[in-house]
């Protein structure tokens, strides 16, 4: 699952907080961004990765939150004094199949500047649903060489295309994988 929206045109003025549509979907792998909606669906339980770029209109303030399910997950402020301003945010969540997962633009600074210099993107670091999955541990040996480096290559390579972004960080953390699967357990 991977996808990129960005907002086509300005916002201003609103009465409440609304949902923030981005309405020019670049990227939707998976169709988990719903183009009606403008909700990520999870489409497996997993890892993944958001990141939201807000950009405040001239002398303005603009801001969004992150939700999951309802639940605010992190707040995105922007604030153009005196010219231009924007202000970005990463989240990296384990969430479960039929999660959703979208943006509520704020009442307070609704000013967001559209033009593709805001957006929203995100996708999966890798399925947890699937044990084929699993890295090998560092215990994991044979004639006495570890299983890790020998296969580290092999096993990102070996996995799904859904997965390109979970093969890259699976190279990275080969030397500490140990430490990462204990984190996320």
Known sequence: MAFFA???ENKGQ????????FDKVHTNVGDAYDKQTRRVTI?????????????AQGGQKAAAMLMNN?????TIWAESIPLWATSSNTAILNLTSGDQVWLVL???????HGYMYSSFS?????????????APQDDDK?????????????FAFKSKVRYTKR?????????????FIQMMQ
């Open 6 to 8: 960005g907002l086509g």
């Open 14 to 21: 609103i009465e409440e907080n609304i949902d923030l549509v």
């Open 43 to 55: 489409p497996f339980s997993g890892l993944y990765h958001f990141t939201v770029v807000i950009a």
């Open 70 to 74: 309802g639940t605010m997950v992190e």
């Open 106 to 112: 704020l009442k307070r600074a609704p000013y967001i």
């Open 122 to 134: 995100g996708y999966s670091l890798f399925d947890t649903e699937n044990e084929e999955n699993e």
């Open 142 to 154: 044979i004639n006495g060489k570890s299983l890790v480096r020998k296969n580290c290559k092999k």
């Open 167 to 179: 093969t890259l960080i699976f190279f990275l953390l080969c030397k500490t994988k140990r430490r």
